[in-house]
C-alpha cells in the first residue's frame, strides 16, 4: 500500500493506523501549497487531497471515513473497529462528527480565514470556526468521561479526533480535560510516535 499524506493534515490519523496494522506500507509526502495541475497525486488522484491510500492491487481508496474503515475492516485481527452492531455504529458516528463537524465546519473555517484578506471577513471566519471546533470538542470531551477511548476501546475514531487535536493549539484552543487526557493517551502509543516521527512532527 501506499499513503498519499501532507504533514500534520487529516491524513496523519491514517498514518497512524498504518502503523498500528504493522504490514508494510510507503508513505509520499505531498506539498499541498503545490498548485494542483502540478501536483503527482492528481495524476493518482483527482479529487488531489489527502489523504490517499493506494491498495495493493493498484486501486484508489479516498476520504478519511472509507480509508479508515477499509484498514480496520481487512485487517480485523487488529481490533480497530468493534464487532457487534451498535459500537459499529457509534464509531462511524464518532469518525464522521470529528472529520465533517469538528475538522470540515470548525478547522477548516480557522484555517481558511488566514487565507482572507478583509478583516472582518476575517474576523468572522474565525469566530465562527473557533465556535463550532470548541462546541464539537466539548461533545467529544462528554462522550469521553469515563473512557479511556471514544467508544471504550480503541478504534478508528481515536485517531480522527487526535489529528483534530493536534490543530488546536495552533489556534489557541484548548483541549477539554477528557480530550486532553486522551491526546495524551493517543501520543503515548508507539504507531502514533511513529506516524509523527515520519511526518517530521515529534
Known amino acids: 500500500?501506499?499513503?498519499f499524506y501532507s504533514p500534520g493534515a487529516c491524513s496523519?490519523?491514517?498514518?497512524?493506523?498504518?502503523?498500528?496494522?504493522?504490514?508494510?506500507?510507503?508513505?509520499?509526502?505531498?506539498?499541498?501549497?503545490?498548485p494542483v495541475p502540478d501536483r503527482a497525486l492528481t495524476r493518482v488522484n483527482p479529487k488531489s487531497k489527502v489523504p490517499t491510500?493506494?491498495?495493493?492491487?493498484?486501486?484508489?481508496?479516498?476520504?478519511?471515513?472509507?480509508?479508515?474503515?477499509?484498514?480496520?475492516?481487512?485487517?480485523?485481527?487488529?481490533?480497530?473497529?468493534?464487532?457487534?452492531?451498535?459500537?459499529?455504529?457509534r464509531v462511524l458516528e464518532a469518525t464522521d462528527f470529528c472529520v465533517a463537524t469538528l475538522h470540515m465546519q470548525g478547522f477548516s473555517r480557522l484555517f481558511g480565514a488566514r487565507r482572507l484578506t478583509g478583516e472582518a471577513e476575517k474576523a468572522a471566519a474565525t469566530a465562527q470556526g473557533r465556535d463550532i471546533a470548541t462546541r464539537a470538542l466539548a461533545r467529544m470531551d462528554a462522550q469521553l468521561a469515563g473512557r479511556d477511548y471514544v467508544n471504550g476501546t480503541y478504534s478508528i475514531a481515536?485517531?480522527?479526533?487526535?489529528?483534530?487535536?493536534?490543530?488546536?493549539?495552533?489556534?489557541?484552543?484548548?483541549l477539554p480535560a477528557n480530550v486532553a487526557a486522551h491526546h495524551a493517551r493517543m501520543k503515548?502509543?508507539?504507531a502514533v510516535a511513529a506516524a509523527l516521527k515520519q511526518e517530521g512532527l515529534g
Open 1 to 3: 500500500m501506499k499513503l
Open 12 to 34: 496523519l490519523g491514517i498514518h497512524v493506523l498504518l502503523e498500528e496494522i504493522g504490514k508494510p506500507y510507503e508513505a509520499e509526502r505531498v506539498d499541498l501549497a503545490t
Open 53 to 89: 491510500l493506494v491498495r495493493d492491487d493498484g486501486s484508489v481508496l479516498t476520504e478519511y471515513p472509507a480509508i479508515a474503515y477499509f484498514l480496520a475492516r481487512s485487517n480485523p485481527e487488529k481490533h480497530l473497529f468493534p464487532d457487534d452492531l451498535d459500537g459499529q455504529v
Open 158 to 174: 481515536d485517531t480522527a479526533l487526535f489529528y483534530c487535536g493536534t490543530w488546536a493549539p495552533h489556534f489557541g484552543i484548548a
Open 188 to 190: 503515548a502509543r508507539p
